[in-house]
């Protein structure tokens, strides 16, 4: 009987998690790890835990978002925290008030975690500056995301073993991606070779200084790789026109039953949500036995659980 | 550092453990072992195995992390940063008797934790305290039913159980 120690001697001294660029492979290990420990607590009867009763945590989303937004509602009530919902539209930044103005107003009211989203890169990174409270990124303009980052590598790692050697294509909106970069840096970091894939247009200006390959033809790279990230054309941040017609992307960058004939058998299916069904991907294969989607949503929950309590870790510490 | 119980004597102790368990325990109730991470884990596992072989019949066993129930958590003179390991229970504690094991029970906090994690699983019928080493120190008001060595040790020593799954040998030493 082998007892199972992973990360041990390890140190978590965040308090903020503002972006996966700057985390070592042994910080990101180190999450994937704890969030293992938090994934029973959503299959249990009492489906609670105790480790941030009595703290407050304000989701401050100044972009729309509902997945991410309950993800992390979920995780914080699950740790017994307290949640204030925050949205652009029903408070008073629509009368003009700033970001650090609202954050310390909600920092007034004595909160101890602030997920935020926001549409300027760096956002999170500001408001770590300026406050005392936790900060943690649910994504900021095009430059991360990275719980979604986490639970893809997360998702990968449970079911492949480990990313070592994996590759990745990432599939899509490339430019408008802050998944695509989060999910480069975490997973290039563990190990994997990460591909991004889509026409010339919807590829970032620098992409060649990142640590990736580039490919623009979907049918060019399917047979090689492991595992598979379809991103959403984001419409609302497109801006001209990358491509001739949304058929036109369909037919060469949608990931169809057709092409997954081609893929190997066991690759990984992924998006990040939410899915527009028969453009990047067909619904045979959303839904299909490749598919694990909604495993990324429940991982997701398991893991942003391991981020509150760690950055909530690193603050008690520090006091 | 002085050695106050060998292999054999664990062996020892480990084996009145499981006869006063087996005594105690009326044979149409259900029993399950659970230990607490990570010496607990091991003597649970030992544990189990011996009353299965005893009762001929599988007694099971699991692992419970309770990291998350620490009443220390949010503490800054915290020394150590716990790592969230995982709970691995893999039947219904609901309605059985749960022989809870531990390495050495001294504040008592350790078990508050555990109880605290185990309720939160199920319901069961009843918990039972099993213990290798018994350390003076309470804090908490809690005591072991089934209690193996005890040590008198004064606050400032650390009584550590060496196992050989998890350390390469058997001892408990006081350092």
Same mark, same amino acid.
């Given at each position: 009987?082998?007892l199972?120690?992973?990360?041990?001697?390890f140190?978590?001294?965040?308090?903020h998690?503002?972006?996966l660029?700057?985390?070592?492979?042994?910080e990101?290990?180190?999450?994937?790890d704890?969030?293992?420990?938090f994934e029973q607590?959503?299959?249990?009867s009492?489906?609670?835990?105790?480790?941030?009763?009595?703290k407050?945590?304000?989701?401050?989303? /100044?972009?729309?978002? !509902?997945?991410?937004? $309950? %993800?992390? +509602?979920?995780?914080a009530?699950?740790? %017994?925290?307290?949640?204030?919902? /925050?949205?652009?539209?029903? %408070?008073?930044?629509?009368k003009?008030?700033?970001?650090?103005?609202?954050?310390?107003?909600?920092?007034?009211?004595?909160?101890?975690i602030?997920?935020?989203?926001? $549409?300027?890169g760096?956002?999170p990174?500001?408001?770590?500056?300026?406050i005392?409270a936790?900060?943690?990124?649910?994504?900021?303009?095009?430059c991360?995301?990275p !719980?979604?980052?986490?639970?893809?590598?997360?998702?990968?790692?449970?079911?492949?073993? %480990?990313?070592?050697?994996?590759?990745?294509?990432i599939?899509g909106?490339i430019?408008?991606?802050r998944?695509?970069?989060?999910? &480069?840096w +975490?997973?290039?970091k563990l190990?994997?070779?990460?591909?991004?894939?889509?026409p010339?247009?919807?590829?970032?200006p620098?992409?060649?200084?990142?640590?990736?390959?580039?490919s623009?033809?979907?049918?060019?790279?399917?047979?090689k790789?492991?595992?598979?990230? &379809?991103?959403r054309?984001?419409f609302?941040?497109?801006?001209?026109n990358?491509?001739?017609?949304?058929?036109?992307?369909?037919?060469?960058?949608g990931? !169809?039953?057709?092409?997954?004939?081609r893929?190997?058998?066991?690759?990984?299916?992924?998006?990040p949500?939410?899915?527009n069904?028969?453009l990047?991907?067909?619904s045979?294969? +959303?839904d299909g036995?490749?598919?694990v989607?909604?495993?990324?949503?429940?991982n997701?929950?398991?893991?942003?659980?391991?981020?509150?309590?760690?950055?909530?870790q690193a603050?008690?510490?520090?006091? | 550092?002085?050695?106050?119980?060998?292999?054999?004597q664990?062996?020892?102790?480990?084996n009145?453990l499981?006869?006063?368990?087996?005594?105690?325990?009326?044979?149409?109730?259900?029993?399950?072992?659970i230990?607490i991470?990570?010496?607990?884990?091991?003597?649970a596992q030992r544990?189990?195995g011996?009353?299965s072989? @005893?009762?001929?019949k599988?007694v099971?066993?699991?692992t419970?992390?309770?990291t998350l129930?620490r009443?220390d958590?949010?503490?800054p003179?915290?020394?150590?940063?716990?790592?969230?390991r995982?709970?691995?229970?893999?039947?219904?504690?609901?309605d @059985?008797?749960?022989?809870?094991?531990?390495?050495?029970l001294?504040?008592?906090?350790?078990a508050r934790?555990?109880?605290?994690?185990l309720?939160?699983?199920?319901?069961? @019928?009843a918990?039972?305290?099993?213990?290798?080493?018994?350390?003076?120190?309470?804090?908490?008001?809690?005591?072991?039913?089934?209690?193996?060595? @005890?040590?008198?040790?004064?606050?400032?020593?650390?009584?550590?159980?060496?196992?050989v799954?998890?350390d390469g040998?058997?001892?408990?030493v006081?350092?």
């Open positions: 009987m082998a199972k120690r992973k990360s041990k001697q140190k978590w001294h965040r308090k998690l503002l972006g660029r700057e985390l070592s492979a042994e990101i290990t180190y999450i994937l704890t969030a293992e420990g607590i959503s299959t249990r009492v489906k609670k835990a105790p480790p941030l009763r009595g407050v945590v304000v989701n401050l989303f /100044f972009e729309d978002s !509902t997945r991410t937004r $309950n %993800s992390f +509602a979920l995780a009530n699950r740790l %017994s925290a307290d949640i204030i919902e /925050f949205t652009k539209k029903t %408070s008073s930044v629509s003009g008030e700033s970001l650090l103005d609202t954050a310390r107003n909600l920092e007034a009211l004595g909160i101890d602030v997920v935020v989203r926001h $549409n300027a760096g956002a990174k500001f408001l770590s500056r300026n005392n936790c900060v943690v990124n649910a994504g900021d303009g095009f991360e995301h !719980t979604q980052g986490l639970l893809d590598t997360y998702t990968i790692r449970k079911i492949k073993g %480990s990313l070592e050697g994996l590759k990745i294509a599939v909106d430019a408008h991606s998944v695509a970069r989060s999910d &480069m +975490a997973m290039t190990g994997a070779e990460v591909i991004f894939v889509g010339p247009t919807l590829m970032p620098q992409v060649r200084q990142l640590p990736v390959k580039v623009y033809s979907l049918d060019e790279v399917i047979e790789v492991d595992v598979i990230n &379809m991103l054309i984001q609302e941040r497109l801006g001209g990358p491509f001739p017609s949304i058929r036109e992307y369909s037919h060469y960058f990931l !169809t039953v057709e092409r997954m004939k893929a190997k058998s066991d690759i990984l299916v992924m998006h949500g939410p899915i069904r028969g990047e991907i067909e045979e294969v +959303a036995r490749n598919s989607i909604l495993e990324q949503v429940t997701g929950l398991a893991v942003r659980m391991a981020v509150m309590f760690l950055v909530n603050a008690a510490q520090q006091k | 550092m002085k050695v106050i119980l060998d292999s054999g664990i062996e020892q102790v480990l009145e499981r006869d006063r368990i087996l005594s105690e325990t009326p044979v149409e109730l259900d029993i399950a072992v230990g991470r990570s010496r607990g884990e091991v003597l544990l189990s011996q009353l072989q @005893k009762l001929g599988d099971p066993c699991g419970l992390d309770i129930y009443d958590l949010n503490s003179n915290s020394t150590t940063q716990p790592l969230v995982t709970t691995e229970i893999g039947f219904n504690v609901d @059985k008797i749960i022989i809870l094991v531990d390495d050495v001294y504040t008592g906090r350790s934790a555990a109880m605290d994690a309720i939160d699983l199920g319901r069961p @019928k918990i039972r305290l099993a213990v290798l080493v018994d350390r003076a120190g309470r804090e908490f008001p809690i005591q072991a039913d089934y209690a193996g060595y @005890k040590a008198d040790t004064s606050p400032g020593k650390l009584v550590q159980v060496n196992l799954e998890s040998k058997d001892e408990v006081i350092e």
